[in-house]
């Protein structure tokens, strides 16, 4: 008898039953971070817009200490608390972050930038990225929540967020 593979299949995720047990990181810079104090909203879309309730987000920042973790939520949303990073030269101040989620067999790699920061059009990687598509990594500040920063990550579709292949 001929053996034929199988399809690659994911399981799970079980993101939501790691975070019962062993809780979140919400806070990706302690409290004694230097710097501005904000919040980054964000919501994970599938291609169609609808949210998808079982991701996992995972941010650094450029520091020792700055990691955070969270599930999204039915909305698809979760806010990480940090501090508004600073430039390292000669890239523009952006946080990374890592999507997982259902069907994807490795993870995603994208950055948040920060609408209106000057350093922007200077930034090495941003320059790498067709000028059309950039907006898919800018965060906007929201207007009715001082403080609080929005990012959409659209996993595909024509509004697919811009993903570095690392």
Avoid at 71 to 78: K, L, S
């Amino acid at each position: 008898m001929d053996l034929v593979p199988s399809p690659s299949q994911t399981i799970g995720p079980f993101f939501h039953c790691y975070f019962a047990a062993y809780g979140t990181l919400p806070n990706v810079a302690g409290p004694h971070a230097k710097g501005e104090r904000i919040g980054l909203a964000f919501r994970v879309l599938d291609g169609d817009g609808a949210p998808l309730n079982d991701a996992m987000l995972e941010l650094w920042q450029a520091d020792v200490g700055g990691f955070g973790r969270l599930p999204t939520d039915e909305n698809g949303a979760c806010v990480f608390e940090t501090v508004k990073p600073g430039r390292v030269a000669p890239q523009a101040p952006h946080i990374d972050v890592s999507v997982f989620a259902r069907g994807l067999l490795n993870r995603l790699v994208t950055r948040v930038y920060f609408d209106g920061d000057p350093a922007n059009e200077d930034d090495p990687v941003l320059a790498l990225v067709p000028e059309d598509r950039r907006a898919t990594l800018i965060a906007r500040a929201d207007v009715a929540r001082p403080g609080m920063w929005n990012f959409n990550i659209h996993l595909c579709g024509e509004q697919e967020t811009v993903f570095f292949d690392i």
